[in-house]
């Protein structure tokens, strides 16, 4: 399958697919990191409606998978691009490796609701969910689909040295689900090419690879793998 290239982005994207209210993936299993002894990395994975072009909206939601001096940590955010950069929600769970998140945005009668749920190793069970409903009226109507792992960027310009996750898994169910009305559709088997549909790799200014994404499987699953720090 056919990619495009971003500086910062890898996944799945869709634009233009319908009058759709609901993206969700289910479930992102969260790696472990390789965090060297010193320097600061950092990366987020997310689902979001919009594109953040021009006059357009990105709605998002998702983990952040930080490295500073060695340390690990996770974080869940949620961000009303360009309204609000990465906010923290008002009550969260801890995160662990291994555990299955499900990220979610969802168009409501008035406006957003933003969504993390952990569902611990065993993705049988939800341990906690973290929630923001934010009112935008009239209510929104984006104009694409996403469910990416990115590079953060920086303040002033630039992009965050990419945290090494190894090989990030999307899994189980219909991994990242487009809901269009009752029509249910898996981003990753969007017919690439179609408004601009299909995967994205990352790669740095000199086109050296820092993160590449997989083919779907036949259930709609794929992997982001780590390919480079910056």
């Excluded at 691009?81 to 008035?110: C, H, L, M, R, W």
């Amino acid at each position: 399958m056919d990619s495009s290239h971003s500086l910062n982005w890898a996944g799945y994207t869709a634009p233009n697919p319908g009058a759709f209210n609901f993206i969700q993936e289910r479930f992102l299993v969260v790696p472990t990191l390789d965090c060297p002894a010193s320097g600061d990395y950092d990366a987020t994975s997310w689902v979001g409606m919009g594109s953040g072009i021009s006059t357009d909206v990105l709605y998002q939601t998702g983990i952040g998978m930080a490295c500073n001096d060695g340390v690990t940590s996770y974080r869940t955010w949620w961000e009303d691009y360009p309204t609000e950069a990465e906010q923290s929600f008002s009550s969260s769970g801890t995160i662990s490796s291994g555990d299955k998140i499900q990220e979610i945005v969802s168009i409501t009668q008035n406006g957003v609701k933003f969504e993390v749920d952990d569902y611990g190793t065993s993705g049988t069970s939800m341990q906690w969910s973290a929630t923001k409903q934010k009112t935008v009226l009239p209510v929104p109507h984006p104009s694409a689909a996403e469910c990416i792992t990115e590079r953060p960027t920086v303040v002033g310009g630039g992009y965050e040295d990419l945290t090494d996750f190894g090989t990030l898994n999307v899994t189980s169910d219909k991994g990242c689900d487009l809901v269009a009305g009752a029509k249910n559709h898996i981003i990753s088997s969007i017919v690439p090419g179609i408004n601009g549909a299909g995967p994205i790799d990352m790669y740095n200014a000199n086109d050296d690879p820092l993160a590449l994404t997989s083919d779907p499987s036949s259930l709609g699953d794929y992997t982001v793998t780590w390919k480079a720090g910056s």
